[in-house]
């Protein structure tokens, strides 16, 4: 396997700080690089150390962090270099890193700043979208701003789905399996599965396009079920997408592989094998759509090796409506194989995203890990995801001014005690105060929360509407007011007159963009609220429904519409701000969210930076 590349993903700039910079990727040498920061071509005087898990037998994961003796300058670009002590695998590392380097670079860099002023954010980058993937968008910030006509982004936040676990085109599973045995990724046993370890899914006949029949079921338990499901039994995941769902750990480990780095592309093989043929033209016009996203992933793997980039789970990340009720958590965690693999996909959601956001929380959990991992792949591996599913510190904050609080929407969930069919709340009560503990007296936040705070009124209706019917699983009712307790605490923390006076969040999920400007009704002093969400990367909206709900949106729910008093925002004014292409107030397309903000006032500067390069502004609303 000597014509493999060394490192197949990353490198990818993770957390920095002041004095401290973690930088994450995977090689097929066991041996980690060492991390030396550069300026000025002198080395910095600091501490260098390298954690790594072994996930298959040419397959190792590195976080590499160095601790400099003394405090970065501010917006001062730092270079890095990765060395090995092998000089073959040095000469090696030189002719893939330059690939990654921009024109007049010498080494690969970063910058830090305590004051970002241009943050980008996105979220629900679909593989096999038939689009252009928005984050090769950031490698376009990059060439200006090291051709010296623009500065660089400060930061990039990457809010969920950034995997599609639950929704893989047949083409990207062909890929993955390739990548299985490309690189030795670790198979495992499976209990309550029609098959018994995770290898025989590349050569199974329901293998690909009808994995629905390997996932598990459960009996109905009304009329109405059997009725709905035209059978003695559902599925226990609820996702229409599931035909190629990822299982195994190594699946959704190769998948992460396949989808920050084009360096493992060339050596994974695409075929129809084990491909019915009814499913034959789908995997063609799959197959187009994936070639497309590995066209541009060189542009996106430079990027992420020269900004500090933090990343947050969303449903897709696991599994579509994870944890979205406390019926849904019954049934999947009392199945042996549905909870292997919401674990599987926590294990890859860890080792590939979490590491890098706050190594010292994770510590514990990666060390549990590496424990467990070796040459013979990963033992004690019930245990290792029973550790996982307890785990309730992926939310993190970044220390800078104005503070990021990045909000884990999806395992601190207050769960409904009325109805196990209702929907949970995004965060239960003790989350939500010590959330509000972290903000208040602050002059000013950043919160990225997945779903969007304020939402559109009228899908929010219609979510309602299916709720009470008891279908809230059918239209993905996963919004901050669909649970009476959640609403509540978090409007009256914007409420608090501790609460900061300046309040940015940053959201996505939903597949359309739009920007809202919120104050609170009847108080003089109002704290200003903008929220920003842009959604997708590569994912859109279906053009004519969006249209029709953006209509019946501003007619239902205008200003002075009766209709806002039965919301539960009654008492905050709510103004959209209206994109510059486009019609009315959501704009429905792949792209990247550029957010811009001043430390001299306190303007709060939207726009979405289209896949094709377009920008789209959301010009703020004059106040009356």
């Known amino acids: 396997m000597s014509h493999l590349p060394?490192?197949?993903?990353?490198?990818?700039?993770?957390?920095?700080?002041?004095?401290?910079?973690?930088?994450?990727?995977?090689?097929?040498?066991?041996?980690?690089?060492?991390?030396?920061?550069?300026?000025?071509?002198?080395?910095?005087?600091?501490?260098?150390?390298?954690?790594?898990?072994?996930?298959?037998?040419?397959?190792?994961?590195?976080?590499?962090?160095f601790t400099a003796s003394t405090s970065f300058n501010e917006r001062e670009r730092i270079n890095y270099a990765l060395s090995f002590d092998n000089e073959e695998l040095s000469l090696q590392w030189q002719e893939e890193c330059a690939a990654l380097l921009y024109r007049n670079q010498e080494h690969l860099?970063?910058?830090?700043?305590?004051?970002?002023?241009?943050?980008?954010?996105?979220?629900?980058?679909?593989?096999?979208?038939?689009?252009?993937?928005a984050l090769a968008q950031v490698d376009e910030l990059h060439k200006k701003?090291?051709?010296?006509?623009?500065?660089?982004?400060?930061?990039?936040?990457?809010?969920?789905?950034?995997?599609?676990?639950?929704?893989?085109?047949?083409?990207?599973?062909?890929?993955?399996h390739s990548a299985i045995e490309v690189l030795g990724l670790f198979h495992e046993s499976v209990e309550g599965a029609v098959i018994q370890n995770t290898n025989e899914?590349?050569?199974?006949?329901?293998?690909?396009?009808?994995?629905?029949?390997?996932?598990?079921?459960?009996?109905?338990?009304?009329?109405?079920?059997?009725?709905?499901?035209?059978?003695?039994?559902?599925?226990?995941?609820?996702?229409?997408?599931?035909?190629?769902?990822?299982?195994?750990?190594?699946?959704?480990?190769?998948?992460?592989?396949?989808?920050?780095?084009?360096?493992?592309?060339?050596?994974?093989?695409?075929?129809?094998?084990?491909?019915?043929?009814?499913h034959a033209a789908k995997f063609d016009a799959e197959n187009d759509a994936i070639k497309g996203f590995v066209s541009q992933l060189p542009k996106v793997r430079r990027a992420l090796a020269h900004i500090?980039?933090?990343?947050?789970?969303?449903?897709?990340?696991?599994?579509?409506?994870?944890?979205?009720?406390?019926?849904?958590?019954?049934?999947?965690?009392?199945?042996?194989?549905?909870?292997?693999?919401?674990?599987n996909a926590l294990l890859g959601y860890l080792l590939c995203q979490g590491w890098g956001n706050a190594p010292k929380k994770v510590a514990p959990l990666i060390e549990t890990v590496r424990k467990n991992c070796g040459e013979n792949g990963l033992s004690h591996h019930d245990e290792i995801i029973d550790e996982l599913l307890d785990f309730d510190q992926w939310h993190y904050r970044l220390d800078t001014t104005p503070p990021i609080e990045v909000l884990d929407t999806r395992t601190q969930r207050w769960r409904s005690e009325s109805d196990m069919n209702k929907p949970s709340g995004l965060m239960d009560w003790e989350a939500l105060c010590d959330f509000q503990h972290s903000i208040i007296g602050k002059e000013a936040v950043i919160v990225v929360s997945a779903a969007p705070i304020y939402g559109v009124k009228v899908i929010e209706a219609i979510q309602k509407v299916f709720t009470f019917f008891g279908k809230a699983l059918t239209v993905d009712a996963e919004n901050w007011m669909a649970h009476k307790g959640t609403a509540n605490v978090i409007l009256n923390i914007f409420r608090h007159y501790k609460t900061p006076p300046e309040f940015i969040i940053l959201s996505g999920d939903v597949h359309y963009s739009f920007v809202y400007d919120v104050r609170l009704r009847f108080r003089r002093h109002s704290p200003h609220i903008t929220q920003f969400t842009c959604s997708g990367l590569k994912n859109a909206f279906p053009d004519g429904l969006i249209k029709w709900l953006d209509r019946l949106n501003r007619l239902l729910y205008r200003s002075a519409s009766p209709l806002n008093f039965f919301t539960r925002r009654r008492n905050m004014s709510v103004k959209a701000r209206e994109p510059s292409i486009g019609y009315g107030e959501l704009f429905n397309g792949c792209a990247l969210g550029v957010l811009k903000i001043s430390h001299k006032d306190t303007d709060v500067h939207c726009k979405a930076l289209l896949s094709n390069g377009k920008e789209v502004e959301f010009p703020p609303v004059k106040d009356d």
């Not at 700043?113 to 993937?133: M, Q, V």
């Open 201 to 278: 899914l590349a050569t199974h006949q329901y293998g690909f396009y009808q994995r629905e029949l390997l996932l598990p079921q459960i009996a109905t338990n009304t009329v109405l079920s059997s009725l709905f499901f035209g059978a003695k039994k559902k599925p226990v995941f609820t996702s229409v997408n599931a035909h190629n769902h990822l299982i195994g750990s190594a699946e959704v480990i190769a998948m992460y592989l396949l989808v920050w780095s084009d360096s493992l592309w060339p050596h994974v093989h695409i075929d129809k094998s084990h491909i019915d043929n009814k």
């Open 145 to 176: 701003a090291f051709e010296g006509n623009a500065a660089a982004p400060d930061l990039l936040l990457m809010t969920g789905d950034q995997i599609y676990a639950d929704d893989v085109a047949g083409p990207m599973l062909k890929a993955i």
């Open 6 to 65: 060394l490192v197949v993903a990353g490198p990818i700039v993770r957390k920095v700080t002041a004095t401290t910079c973690c930088i994450w990727l995977t090689t097929t040498t066991p041996v980690a690089p060492r991390l030396s920061l550069l300026k000025d071509h002198n080395n910095v005087e600091g501490e260098s150390t390298a954690d790594t898990v072994q996930v298959g037998k040419r397959a190792f994961i590195h976080l590499l962090q």
């Open 308 to 343: 500090p980039t933090y990343m947050i789970f969303d449903d897709h990340d696991v599994t579509d409506d994870w944890n979205l009720t406390r019926g849904w958590e019954q049934e999947v965690y009392g199945n042996p194989l549905s909870k292997r693999m919401i674990g």
């Open 109 to 133: 860099s970063f910058h830090h700043t305590a004051t970002p002023e241009t943050i980008l954010h996105g979220s629900c980058r679909k593989p096999h979208y038939p689009s252009d993937d």
